[in-house]
């Protein structure tokens, strides 16, 4: 409100300063020739008329670009500000059920299977901050483009397999329907570890972002030059204004569907990163709020990969 109140005022300044010089200009005219005849001629007119318009608009640029500066800043201060909050409470959560858990086989008498679902939780609690604690690092880094990679020969169907078995107490626990769709199992060099944390990241947001029951269908295909994998889940969706920011650092996605849901903004942006240095494409598709999404990892065939 204060930018627009500067910029109108400004405009309004101008807009009265050039309306008095035009009617006041044969009054000034009639004075200057009592003066000095040649003090004002029609060329030094016009010429002090666009000095003071130049002028003008060079303030009002000026005021502009602070702004746009400003704004971003405030932006970059605010989503830092929510990355704080939100990877506190990431943290204090798994934490806080370790250490029940824990005081809860210390202090009291436990059957063998109750000891077992306990470091179940423990361990699926572990991984959560582990994961988050990848993030946080990867983020860190000044240039996550510039990651070294630590490529060997991967087979993708079967590593598809291995993480989709990892993440089954959370799908149970959700009561989520996974279906894995393997149309081929080509054998890709990529760093293992790091395109682990691509498909942690968008299972996990599958599993977030949904309500419980849903089904999500994750399909690998080839298409052109590239094999895909998609990750189809019947979520929340997305709007069209989200499409382009999910996968900006910090950035979550604000609704009444989405306010409580936990997370620390990082997890898409790093996965993107990853795609990228893989010379593979990360993008999302959503037909709306409520429709669900397909975010789809492309790694392009030309690296090297056999059926």
Same mark, same amino acid.
């Not at 970059?76 to 798994?94: D, R």
């Given at each position: 409100m204060v930018f627009i109140g500067v910029q109108i005022a400004w405009i309004v300044l101008m807009a009265v300063w050039i309306n008095w010089y035009l009617e006041n200009n044969l009054s000034i005219q009639k004075f200057a020739q009592k003066l000095r005849p040649d003090l004002f001629t029609a060329e030094v007119e016009w010429l002090i008329l666009f000095e003071g318009c130049f002028l003008m608009l060079l303030i009002l640029s000026g005021v502009y670009v602070i702004f746009v500066y400003w704004n971003k800043q405030n932006r970059l201060n605010q989503m830092q500000s929510n990355f704080v909050s939100s990877v506190s409470h990431e943290l204090k959560s798994p934490l806080a059920s370790i250490q029940l858990y824990l005081e809860t086989l210390k202090y009291q008498d436990v059957s063998k299977e109750e000891t077992k679902d306990f470091i179940e939780i423990m361990l699926s609690d572990t991984a959560r901050l582990s994961g988050l604690i990848e993030n946080i690092l990867q983020s860190s880094k000044t240039d996550p483009k510039s990651m070294e990679l630590q490529t060997q020969k991967v087979d993708l169907g079967q590593f598809l397999s291995e993480v989709v078995k990892d993440h089954k107490r959370q799908f149970e626990e959700k009561k989520c329907e996974v279906?894995? +769709?393997?149309?081929?199992?080509? /054998?890709?060099?990529v760093d293992k570890k790091a395109l682990q944390i691509v498909f942690n990241n968008l299972i996990g947001n599958a599993l977030r972002y949904s309500p419980s029951g849903s089904s999500l269908k994750i399909h690998l295909h080839r298409m052109g030059r590239f094999w895909d994998v998609d990750f189809a889940d019947k979520g929340f969706g997305f709007d069209k204004k989200d499409l382009n920011?999910?996968?900006k650092k910090f950035y979550r996605v604000q609704n009444e569907d989405t +306010?409580? /849901?936990?997370?620390?903004g990082l997890g898409l942006f790093i996965s993107r990163e990853i795609v990228k240095n893989h010379k593979g494409r990360l993008r999302v598709m959503s037909s709306g709020r409520g429709q669900g999404s397909v975010f789809t990892v492309s790694l392009p065939v030309s690296r090297g990969l056999t059926v």
């Amino acid at each position: 409100m204060v930018f627009i109140g500067v910029q109108i005022a400004w405009i309004v300044l101008m807009a009265v300063w050039i309306n008095w010089y035009l009617e006041n200009n044969l009054s000034i005219q009639k004075f200057a020739q009592k003066l000095r005849p040649d003090l004002f001629t029609a060329e030094v007119e016009w010429l002090i008329l666009f000095e003071g318009c130049f002028l003008m608009l060079l303030i009002l640029s000026g005021v502009y670009v602070i702004f746009v500066y400003w704004n971003k800043q405030n932006r970059l201060n605010q989503m830092q500000s929510n990355f704080v909050s939100s990877v506190s409470h990431e943290l204090k959560s798994p934490l806080a059920s370790i250490q029940l858990y824990l005081e809860t086989l210390k202090y009291q008498d436990v059957s063998k299977e109750e000891t077992k679902d306990f470091i179940e939780i423990m361990l699926s609690d572990t991984a959560r901050l582990s994961g988050l604690i990848e993030n946080i690092l990867q983020s860190s880094k000044t240039d996550p483009k510039s990651m070294e990679l630590q490529t060997q020969k991967v087979d993708l169907g079967q590593f598809l397999s291995e993480v989709v078995k990892d993440h089954k107490r959370q799908f149970e626990e959700k009561k989520c329907e996974v279906k894995l +769709q393997l149309e081929a199992s080509p /054998i890709v060099t990529v760093d293992k570890k790091a395109l682990q944390i691509v498909f942690n990241n968008l299972i996990g947001n599958a599993l977030r972002y949904s309500p419980s029951g849903s089904s999500l269908k994750i399909h690998l295909h080839r298409m052109g030059r590239f094999w895909d994998v998609d990750f189809a889940d019947k979520g929340f969706g997305f709007d069209k204004k989200d499409l382009n920011r999910v996968f900006k650092k910090f950035y979550r996605v604000q609704n009444e569907d989405t +306010q409580n /849901i936990e997370g620390a903004g990082l997890g898409l942006f790093i996965s993107r990163e990853i795609v990228k240095n893989h010379k593979g494409r990360l993008r999302v598709m959503s037909s709306g709020r409520g429709q669900g999404s397909v975010f789809t990892v492309s790694l392009p065939v030309s690296r090297g990969l056999t059926v």
